[in-house]
């Protein structure tokens, strides 16, 4: 092992699409644990829409990421060396340690990860808060019902394809959108939605939805906004439910864009919308990945992963799955576990 | 009694605000009511935005009222004949027996009014339909609590009125729009609300609600859509409810207008938009009647109407409401009680 730190941090606030320019590959010497720390050795990294927001300055439910900052992220790692009375040295955790090789930590934060269950980066995926993201805002906030049609923007990310999953196991049709003709059909062979289509490829949103959910929208599940979520006001059910948990097309405007005002159509159809986030529902993950896990072991959560290879294609790969680049989880392996 | 019923039917859709020449006032013979049916001579007609809704064909909740039909709305009136068992000559009731003199009715949807508890006009006010879609709304939607801080639009309405006080007796910091002077002055000083403003005389809407809202907003009750809610949505706080009763902006526009997208603060602050219709909480009016009444009756809800005379001239206060020329409820009184 070198005894360098290779760190990738945030170079300037990008503007539309983040650019390569917009990161800086930086090298550190690798940091030394003091007494309660640990000092984790990073294995994959997860890349998440999310962390585009970090990126601006602009108000929202965290601080922005500085200039200078290595970029925010969570890990899967190893301990190689512990001064805490938690961990030893070989514990795989998961943690917001960040776009680094090596990181020390007091702990906080940092949750134990069990090899025996599943591969150590479905804690970053399926049993990890993409999961667990699925399984509250689904069933808390849409309360799908056996019968009901939910319909899943961003189908075939990290969050979207467990949803759709989720939503059959409880009996739902399941209907998806995703802007990859392979995307289309990964999600009806090997994760058995029931429809999908290519937004990028319909241009009559409103067509294709009555065509896919014939009896309506019960529940939205909209990782993606813009367009799209526009016109699914136009087809939702009386007492839909619309879970908010991303706006992937806001993220990278280089100024907002408008859309047609739908207020009305929640009185009409008497509907709710509703936003969320995973950090809310942080007493309740222990029953998420219980279940998850029962899910997964019996065959009916399939996933899939989309890996990058080194801290310093971190960037590109962040890139590319703001693009829609990734199938299922976007992850970066940092070293070899 | 003349053998003249009056009525005012629907001529043409409105394109925009109506204009007198949507209505059309026909005479009929007075109708006679067949066994196990009454006939009703109109005292007070409700004249409510919904009703706008009402002549157009769009699509919407309720099928809209066809060329020719008399224009539908509740009405309070005296029950002058009876082949029914339960309802007697002199009976006092309400029901939706649309814009006309005279009506028949089998009885289906007729409340009873009880003319010892409160003038029978508020029937159709705070002891009728807006007072319940006031209480249920705020209540059962917005969930308020004490301390925090309410906005509603529409503020000097038959609802909005409503909402501001039921806000107040659950111990919350209450502000509200409307679009008049002298509207503020009620607000404020006969129905006690903390804070309102004028939207027509601000013109910057976002640092209005900061300074009237220093401490956010936690329930939004939307009566008007358009422009002010757009901006509402930057000043919400983590978990707010916003509750959609009504959109009057969009009601009269003459082709759709766009707002900025706002989805994206639902999942910064984790809130609720819902919208609702007052028939789907009919099994518990009852319920907020009797409260309604024991407020009124202990001096903490009052109430403000603006009565037009004549059939006649429904159609003109009608569009005068629209337009915000009423405070409190819009009444036409057809009849001497």
């Known amino acids: 092992m070198s005894n360098t730190n290779r760190q990738i941090t945030l170079a300037s606030r990008p503007i539309g699409y983040p650019k390569l320019s917009d990161f800086k590959l930086v090298e550190s010497p690798i940091p030394t644990p003091r007494e309660g720390e640990i000092l984790v050795r990073t294995l994959y990294l997860s890349l998440d829409p999310y962390q585009r927001g970090r990126m601006s300055d602009a108000p929202s439910y965290a601080k922005p990421v500085q200039i200078g900052e290595v970029m925010v992220g969570e890990i899967v790692g190893r301990v190689i060396a512990s001064h805490h009375p938690d961990f030893k040295e070989g514990d795989i ?5 960040g776009w680094q090789e090596y990181a020390v930590s007091d702990g906080k934060g940092i949750r134990k990860v069990d090899p025996t ?5 479905t804690a970053l995926g399926v049993l990890g808060m993409p999961g667990m993201t699925a399984y509250f805002g689904l069933l808390d906030i849409g309360k799908p019902q056996p019968g009901e049609t939910v319909f899943v923007s961003g189908a075939a990310g ?9 939503a059959k196991i409880k009996g739902c049709r399941v209907v998806g ?16 939605f029931d429809a999908a289509f290519n937004y990028k490829t319909v241009s009559d949103y409103y067509e294709k939805l009555k065509e896919l959910c014939p009896d309506g929208i019960d529940v939205y ?4 906004g813009g367009p799209l979520t526009d016109v699914v006001f136009r087809w939702i059910n009386v007492k839909a439910r ?3 948990c991303g706006q992937i097309h806001d993220y990278n405007l280089e100024k907002p864009e408008l859309g047609p ?3 009305r159509q929640l009185i009409i159809k008497r509907a709710r919308v509703e936003g969320f986030l995973i950090f809310d529902y942080a007493d309740r993950y222990e029953e998420a990945l219980r279940q998850l896990a029962e899910w997964l072991k019996a065959g009916k959560l399939k996933y899939r992963e989309t890996i990058a290879e080194g801290i310093e294609n971190a960037p590109q790969a962040f890139i590319s799955m703001l693009k829609g680049g990734n199938i299922g989880k976007q992850l970066v392996k940092v070293s070899e576990p």
């Open 93 to 97: 955790i998961a943690g917001y340690l």
């Open 242 to 244: 619309v879970v908010i």
């Open 221 to 224: 599940f909209d990782n993606v």
């Open 117 to 121: 269950l599943a591969p150590i980066s």
């Open 177 to 192: 959108s995703a802007g990859d003709d392979t995307k289309i059909d990964f999600l009806i062979k090997e994760l058995g």
């Open 158 to 166: 990290a969050v979207g394809s467990i949803v759709g999953q989720i």
């Open 261 to 263: 005002r739908f207020l």
